[in-house]
């Protein structure tokens, strides 16, 4: 499945275990503006659940979608606020 967004910014996490992916998610979301989107690029599996509670519990951020690749895994986060 491929996704569909205008992705304003692209933060490549590959490498970083938890906690440096919502670390720099955070760090980078803090840098964009209402409405742009964010792609996160990591390769740790516990970034699927990470991010995604991240996001819930977030005031300003959506979690858009995630995909879930053969090495890498993908998050597209909204900033709404």
Known sequence: ???EFDIAETLDVKGASCPMPVVKT??????????????VLATDPGS????DG???????????????????????VRKTE
């Open 26 to 39: 955070k760090s980078a979301i803090d840098d964009l503006s209402e409405g742009e989107v964010l792609e």
């Open 48 to 51: 699927m659940s990470d991010l």
């Open 1 to 3: 499945m491929s996704v």
């Open 54 to 76: 991240w996001a819930a519990g977030t005031d300003g951020v959506e979690m858009l979608d995630q995909e879930e690749g053969d090495e890498v895994y993908k998050h597209y």
